[in-house]
């Protein structure tokens, strides 16, 4: 069964901080990553995709990839309180739907 | 663009008996995807739909049935309700180039 791991959280980190939250797959061949953002009592929305190996930047937050271990992560610069949300990992394996994870609750204090 | 719509909001309903949820997109997507959201549990998929005409079951199917009945609209049907099915329920369409997911509002479905 294919599964996608995360820490249920919850990080809490300080105003101003990196917030780092992280993603573990077992499929191999998966080949599409995604972290979605999800306010309590609404929606996922999706913030950030990454296809290769490396670093993908946007804004102030940063996807990184290594497809040998298996691991993703999104990184968050400069945290505000308006980050604290549950942040679900969806992985793509390839030819098959949507993998996600339990996702990860963040708690930004001001 | 109203992106993609659910109906109803809330919804409660007794042991037994029957609904349909709604969904409807105005993102020209061909997938549709529906979903349950338990708390620890993140989500699962129940049916989608590759593109209009066809339909093909998630990991977890028993209970529901769903309809595409065009391009726009992808409905889940409860034929009897059990306090299992107590969940949040998201209808999803999904790029086909880039698989990027875009979410409805969701429904909340309380089965006494």
């Known amino acids: 069964q294919k599964e996608v791991e995360q820490n249920s959280g919850p990080l809490s980190v300080p105003e101003g901080a990196i917030a780092s939250l992280n993603c573990t797959y077992s499929?191999?061949?998966?080949?599409?990553f995604f972290w979605y953002r999800q306010y309590s009592g609404k929606s996922p929305e999706l913030i950030m995709f990454?296809?290769?190996?490396g670093d993908k930047e946007d804004g102030r937050f940063t996807a990184q990839l290594n497809k040998a271990s298996q691991y993703v992560s999104l990184l968050i610069r400069d945290s505000q309180p308006s980050d604290s949300a549950t942040y679900l990992c969806?992985?793509?394996?390839?030819?098959?739907?949507?993998?996600f994870g339990p996702g990860t609750r963040l708690s930004v204090l001001p | 663009n109203a992106g993609v719509t659910q109906t109803p909001k809330f919804q409660v309903l007794k042991t037994g008996q029957s609904m349909t949820l709604q969904c409807a997109q105005d993102m020209n997507h061909n997938s549709m995807y529906w979903y349950r959201q338990d708390p620890g549990m993140g989500l699962r998929l129940i049916y989608y739909s590759a593109s209009e005409g066809t339909t093909d079951k998630g990991e977890v199917p028993n209970g529901y049935n769903v309809s595409r009945l065009n391009k726009r609209e992808f409905s889940l049907r409860l034929e009897s309700a059990a306090p299992s099915q107590t969940s949040v329920y998201f209808c999803?369409?999904?790029?086909?180039?880039?698989?990027?997911?875009?979410f409805g509002p969701g429904t909340r479905l309380t089965v006494t």
């Open positions: 499929d191999r061949g998966s080949q599409s």
């Open positions: 990454i296809y290769s190996n």
């Open positions: 969806a992985v793509w394996p390839n030819g098959q739907n949507f993998v």
């Open positions: 999803a369409t999904t790029l086909t180039d880039t698989y990027e997911q875009y």
